[in-house]
């Protein structure tokens, strides 16, 4: 069973679902009016929280709620965006705006489980900036200027 949906800025914009795969975000739709791509999560999600670290690694919780429809990150000219169906799952949506098509290529990650190799993967999104902004429903929620890593995480 797929575990979290973490959101987060570590160089550009990394999304994975822990023990998930969310690949179809690496067909990105080139059209002009597209410049897209979307996947299904497998877990059922109910949380998000937004957390921001600083330069001293202090952490702040911006936002921990429960989720209600909907949320958008924003990241330069990149956004991602996240609407949880009426099964819990989250479709998930890479998109660019001002012509801009995102860049998402495929992380992988060796995860030792006893005497089993696995690997988990994180789709990141090459051609993004920090995470500036995150709206859950209709609220706004900017990261303060001092922050020096963000995260969502769905849970």
């Not at 023990?19 to 975000?25: A, I, P, S, T, Y």
């Not at 109910?46 to 600083?54: F, L, Y």
Request: proline share 5%; glycine share 8%; aromatic share 4%.
């Amino acid at each position: 069973m797929p575990g979290p949906v973490v959101i987060d800025d570590g160089g550009s914009i990394q999304i994975e679902e822990v023990d998930g795969e969310l690949d179809k975000l690496l067909m990105v739709d080139p059209s002009p009016h597209a410049h897209k791509s979307s996947d299904l999560t497998g877990g059922k999600y109910t949380h998000i929280a937004v957390s921001c670290m600083d330069l001293t690694g202090a952490v702040k919780q911006l936002v921990p709620l429960s989720l209600n429809t909907n949320f958008e990150v924003f990241a330069g000219q990149i956004r991602v965006e996240g609407k949880v169906i009426a099964t819990g799952e989250c479709e998930i949506t890479v998109h660019g705006v001002g012509g801009v098509n995102p860049e998402v290529k495929i992380k992988h990650r060796k995860k030792q489980q006893t005497l089993v190799e696995t690997y988990r993967k994180k789709y990141v999104v090459t051609n993004a900036l920090e995470i500036e902004k995150v709206k859950i429903n209709t609220t706004d929620y900017e990261i303060p200027d001092d922050t020096t890593y963000t995260a969502v995480i769905l849970s």
